[in-house]
Antibody, heavy 120, light 107 residues
Framework: EVQLVESGGGLVQPGGSLRLSCAAS????????MTWVRQAPGKGLEWVSS????????ENADSVKGRFTISRDNSRNTLYLQMNSLRAEDTAVYYC?????????????WGHGTLVTVSS | EIVMTQSPATLSVSPGERATLSCRAS??????LAWYQQKPGQAPRLLFF???TRATGIPARFSGSGSGTEFTLTISSLQSEDFAVYYC?????????FGGGTKVEIK
């Protein structure tokens, strides 16, 4: 059974940092692209960052470029999102999502999400 | 950036009726479109990828169609568990973009 479990969210002051983790199991992690998608309270879905299975392809939304870094440790089956210089508008539930085998950038499994709140 | 526009924002439908949801792209995405369903407090669930390829476990009452800039998600006979928010997503170009969602509510 595929499982994705996010952790690392919480309350942080503007300008602060957090590192999110997503522990994966039930599939060959290194063979699948992974993505972070966020959802602000009461709002729609927003793509944040994506990384290919081997880590060679990395793409980020303009809204997080230069501040967020996606990475993965295939030996630990874990995806990360390092978030620096956090802003109030980064407040959201952050989901990690697994790419399908046919189309890397569509997502067939999602974690339960971890809430990041940026506030003083 | 490809802008995805969904309509209507809210669709009021009675159980057993047909629901038709639209998604429009600001430029052609070919068939590089996915649909997701999200219920309150839950993560999104993949319904379709590649426009009309049904994801695992998705009932046949759901169908996806379209290409280029115009796409449709149809639910042939709404069941109680189908009342949710539906999102389209293009994966033709970076950045990946989602539509604003259509909320399907009970009439």
């Amino acid at each position: 059974e595929v499982q994705l479990v996010e952790s690392g969210g919480g309350l942080v002051q503007p300008g602060g940092s957090l590192r999110l983790s997503c522990a994966a199991s039930g599939f060959t992690f290194s063979s699948n692209a992974m993505t972070w998608v966020r959802q602000a309270p009461g709002k729609g879905l927003e793509w944040v960052s994506s990384i290919s299975g081997g880590g060679r392809t990395v793409e980020n939304a303009d809204s997080v470029k230069g501040r967020f870094t996606i990475s993965r440790d295939n030996s630990r089956n874990t995806l990360y999102l390092q978030m620096n210089s956090l802003r109030a508008e980064d407040t959201a539930v952050y989901y990690c999502a697994k790419g399908t085998s046919s189309y890397w950038w569509t997502f067939d499994y999602w974690g339960h999400g971890t809430l990041v709140t940026v506030s003083s | 950036e490809i802008v995805m526009t969904q309509s209507p924002a809210t669709l009021s439908v009675s159980p057993g009726e047909r629901a038709t949801l639209s998604c429009r792209a600001s430029q052609s995405v070919s068939s590089n479109l996915a649909w997701y369903q999200q219920k309150p407090g839950q993560a999104p669930r993949l319904l379709f990828f590649g426009t009309s390829t049904r994801a695992t476990g998705i009932p046949a009452r759901f169908s996806g169609s379209g290409s280029g800039t115009e796409f449709t998600l149809t639910i042939s006979s709404l069941q109680s568990e189908d009342f949710a928010v539906y999102y389209c997503q293009q994966f033709k170009n970076w950045p990946l973009t989602f539509g604003g969602g259509t909320k399907v509510e009970i009439k």
